[in-house]
Nanobody, 128 residues
Framework: QVQLVESGGGLVQAGDSLRLSCAAS????????MGWFRQAPGKEREFVAA????????HYADSVKGRFIISRDNSENTLYLQMSSLRPEDTAVYYCVAASIATPSWTINIRKLQDGSWGQGTQVTVSS
């Protein structure tokens, strides 16, 4: 059984920082690839960031590159997303996802995340 539980969302002002956490249990944290997606009201879910098991390989959406940092603590079975310089357009429900595969291609890895296990999401609201 794969379980992912997100936390850390909230209401912040533009320019603030926030850290999301995802507690993984079951086989989830042995997942070779984990990541974050988000969905804003009226929009499709979009990829945010991903990380491989060894944590030496990460990938970001252009919209968050340089502002967000993804990390994982395998000893604590926790995935993190450190978000800085938040903007109103970052407002969304953020989802933790896990995939059972990792390849050299991030395009494939992101597709595998979309087909993988999802948490219930945590709301992030950034006011201007």
């Amino acid at each position: 059984q794969v379980q992912l539980v997100e936390s850390g969302g909230g209401l912040v002002q533009a320019g603030d920082s926030l850290r999301l956490s995802c507690a993984a249990s079951g086989r989830a944290f042995s997942s070779p690839t984990m990541g974050w997606f988000r969905q804003a009201p009226g929009k499709e879910r979009e990829f945010v960031a991903a990380i491989k098991w060894s944590a030496d390989s990460t990938h970001y959406a252009d919209s968050v590159k340089g502002r967000f940092i993804i990390s994982r603590d395998n000893s604590e079975n926790t995935l993190y997303l450190q978000m800085s310089s938040l903007r109103p357009e970052d407002t969304a429900v953020y989802y933790c996802v896990a995939a059972s595969i990792a390849t050299p291609s991030w395009t494939i890895n992101i597709r595998k995340l979309q087909d993988g296990s999802w948490g219930q999401g945590t709301q992030v609201t950034v006011s201007s």
